[in-house]
């Protein structure tokens, strides 16, 4: 979900990275790396929230029959700075 600032995601490529993302056509890792992205909140019937688990630095803390709520968590090397 993102707010209505559309333009301003436009603008700075922000929104075809996310379209990009969001179907799964390049490697999640690369925009939520980029971005420093510490959790997702998705809809449920969202095709990530298949893939987020599947990913070693991903969590559900949080789900019902509408979203899914992960944690990015830290990595050894974060965990120790």
């Not at 209505?4 to 790396?33: H, K, M, V």
């Not at 095709?47 to 803390?61: D, E, N, T, Y």
Request: proline share 4%; hydrophobic share 40%; charged share 20%.
């Amino acid at each position: 979900m993102m707010d209505g600032r559309t333009d301003l995601y436009e603008w700075s490529g922000f929104l075809g990275e996310y379209g990009n993302w969001a179907t799964i056509q390049n490697d999640p890792n690369l925009l939520l790396d980029k971005y420093k992205v510490n959790f997702c909140l998705l809809s449920s019937d969202s095709q990530m929230v298949h893939i987020l688990p599947l990913l070693h630095k991903w969590k559900i803390v949080y789900s019902d029959n509408n979203s899914v709520l992960f944690v990015r968590t830290p990595t050894t090397e974060a965990a120790s700075n």
